[in-house]
Nanobody, 122 residues
């Protein structure tokens, strides 16, 4: 079970921090990631982190602005989003990967949290 939080309405240039806590059958030995889905668009990879936090991966659209991190012992993952843009507006989903390495496709993830909405006004 995954519980995501931290979404909201902000202005362009502002920052937000999304958090996701995993519990139950989810495994702390798996990669975790964030995806987003805007209205009328497919779900897209935003950022991922491997099982021990040693490797991170980002979509080109957020590289340099977003930072993913995880607290291994607590199976939590955080997405720090800076310099937000209107095109970042979407529902954001955290997910637990099927493997220890990071994947960028939704099928690489087996458990999904409910979305948290991020709206960035211009």
């Amino acid at each position: 079970q995954l519980q995501a939080s931290g979404g909201g309405l902000v202005q362009a240039g502002d920052s937000l921090t999304l958090s996701c806590a995993a519990s139950g059958r989810t495994s702390s030995n798996n990669a975790m990631g964030w995806f987003r889905q805007a209205p009328g668009k497919e779900r897209e990879f935003v950022a991922g982190i491997n099982w021990n936090g040693g490797r991170t991966y980002y979509a080109d659209s957020v590289k340099g602005r977003f930072t993913i991190s995880r607290e291994y012992a607590k199976s939590t993952v955080t997405l720090q989003m800076n310099s937000l843009k209107p095109e970042d507006t979407a529902d954001y989903y955290c997910a637990v990967g099927r493997f220890a390495r990071v994947g960028s496709e939704p099928n690489d993830y087996s458990y999904w949290g409910q979305g948290t909405q991020v709206t960035v006004s211009s």
